[in-house]
T-cell receptor, first 114, second 113 residues
Framework: SQTIHQWPATLVQPVGSPLSLECTVE??????LYWYRQAAGRGLQLLFY??????ISSEVPQNLSASRPQDRQFILSSKKLLLSDSGFYLC?????????????FGPGTRLTVT | KQEVTQIPAALSVPEGENLVLNCSFT??????LQWFRQDPGKGLTSLLL?????REQTSGRLNASLDKSSGRSTLYIAASQPGDSATYLC????????????FGQGTTLQVKP
């Protein structure tokens, strides 16, 4: 079976500090991977998606970047955090079957920028 | 541009009631639609997925319907229980290749014992 992991679970960082959030998927190969952000009281916003190693598409201009150094690893980074980067960050992958594509989410990382 | 709306934003019902959550989308050209559940501080759990060619899907006490032409989906929860309390989100997938989902804002459900 497939499993998606995210770490850390929670993170408190000062403004201006760097950020690295990691997501890994087990039990599948070449998945499409996604980073979403869920700000307090708001819906999910797609930040980045990747269809393969080194292939990153950005959905919105922002202070964040993403990388995919390995097939099942997706990293969200920032060189200098802003207060507005606070939120709940969710990694997701698409399971492909003979009939459809279904998205599954990781447990999330709660980021608080102080 | 696809927009997804969920009404109501919050709902409180007594235990045992049957209830319906609504989801509407502006562009009927979708590949499929997923309903998710999110508990506070947790990730999203996939509940049901409906392909654009399907009318409904069922899982236990949950039934999701899809009327693509009118841009509407409903999630029916039968005999609600306090454990059903959570935020329910719907999301539409426009195409199969990139798999980007467009989410509604969610409906927060409270089932009172």
């Amino acid at each position: 079976s497939q499993t998606i992991h995210q770490w850390p679970a929670t993170l408190v960082q000062p403004v201006g500090s760097p950020l690295s959030l990691e997501c890994t998927v087990e039990g599948t190969s070449n998945p499409n991977l996604y980073w979403y952000r869920q700000a307090a009281g708001r819906g999910l916003q797609l930040l980045f998606y990747s269809v393969g190693i080194g292939q990153i598409s950005s959905e919105v201009p922002q202070n964040l970047s993403a990388s995919r150094p390995q097939d099942r690893q997706f990293i969200l980074s920032s060189k200098k955090l802003l207060l507005s980067d606070s939120g709940f960050y969710l990694c997701a992958w698409t399971k492909t079957t003979e009939f459809t594509y279904e998205q599954y989410f990781g447990p999330g990382t709660r980021l608080t920028v102080t | 541009k696809q927009e997804v709306t969920q009404i109501p934003a919050a709902l409180s019902v007594p235990e045992g009631e049957n209830l319906v959550l609504n989801c509407s989308f502006t562009d009927s050209a979708i590949y499929n639609l997923q309903w998710f559940r999110q508990d506070p501080g947790k990730g999203l759990t996939s509940l049901l997925l409906i392909q654009s060619s399907q009318r409904e899907q069922t899982s236990g006490r949950l039934n999701a319907s899809l009327d693509k032409s009118s841009g509407r989906s409903t999630l029916y929860i039968a005999a609600s229980q306090p454990g059903d309390s959570a935020t329910y989100l719907c999301a539409v997938r426009r195409s199969s290749n990139t798999g980007k989902l467009i989410f509604g804002q969610g409906t927060t459900l409270q089932v009172k014992p």
